[in-house]
């Protein structure tokens, strides 16, 4: 879905080659990603599509190149292939303006407290006016109690708290969440459901990898499927016809190799 509609509306005076463009700049595109270690290939021809203001569920059993995939996106690694983030190159400055990630294990520095951790964040994206924002992220998470303790004195699941609200304090368009709900207690799991929620009304594109298939069964709008590096599925809600995600994503995946 673009949500750049202008260019389609009839008085618009450019050509074929001008709608192309607002459709990529609208959207995470990865194109033929391959990613080996050694002999092994973690990504192999990797290919997929995320319109703007929608919720990717990433799926796949372990070694199945999720979190390379995610990495890889995230421009940390080298790879081949071609990701673009609102028609940008995954790697230039621009891209990374825009482009959010919370990892799976949280990489926080022991010696800064939790506030201190924000305030980082904060100065690093130049942010104007984000006090307030600061406030209600760790309230939310449950964490304004905890603003002045370091980060190694915090448990796995404020650890977790601490990564999400560092990745979301930017504000990016599109945000990369990788096994976000681990570690997390039920009132942050509906907490950050519920942030989900508002991210995709506000037009915000997600990734999310994730084991806890249920945990994301009412919030998709599309999920990408993968095993022994391959993207098997990448199809929308509506062309599931029956059943659950749990169970599309088992009919797929059971019964081939590991």
């Known amino acids: 879905m673009c949500r750049t509609a202008h260019p389609f509306s009839a008085n618009y005076k450019g050509g074929c080659a001008d709608i192309t463009n607002a459709v990529r700049k609208n959207m995470l595109k990865v ?78 520095y022991p010696n800064l407290t939790v506030i201190e951790h924000m305030e980082f964040i904060a100065r690093a994206y130049k942010l104007k006016n984000y006090k307030d924002n600061i406030i209600s992220l760790l309230t939310r998470m449950e964490l304004l109690d905890k603003k002045d303790k370091f980060g190694d004195e915090l448990s796995k699941g404020m650890q977790q ?20 709900m681990i570690g997390l207690d039920p009132h942050a799991i509906k907490e950050l459901k519920t942030i989900f929620r508002e991210l995709r009304d506000d037009g915000c594109t997600m990734l999310v990898s994730t084991h806890m298939i249920d945990s994301m069964e009412m919030l998709w709008d599309r999920t990408i499927i993968m095993k022994d590096g ?21 009919a797929l995946t059971e019964g081939t190799n590991e």
């Open 31 to 108: 194109d033929n990603l391959t990613k080996k270690y050694g002999k092994t290939l973690a990504n192999d021809h990797v290919s997929f599509e995320i319109p703007s203001g929608s919720i990717a569920v990433l799926l796949g059993p372990n070694g199945a190149g999720k979190s390379t995939a995610m990495k890889a996106i995230m421009g940390f690694l080298k790879y081949e292939g071609l990701i673009t983030v609102d028609g940008l190159d995954n790697k230039s400055v621009a891209a990374k303006r825009i482009l959010g990630y919370v990892p799976e294990i949280p990489a926080l």
């Open 161 to 180: 708290k601490l990564s999400i609200c560092c990745g979301l304090l930017p504000r990016p368009r599109y945000i990369l969440f990788d096994e976000p």
């Open 230 to 250: 391959k993207a098997l599925a990448n199809i929308g809600r509506d062309e599931i016809s029956s059943g659950s995600l749990e169970d599309y994503f088992f």
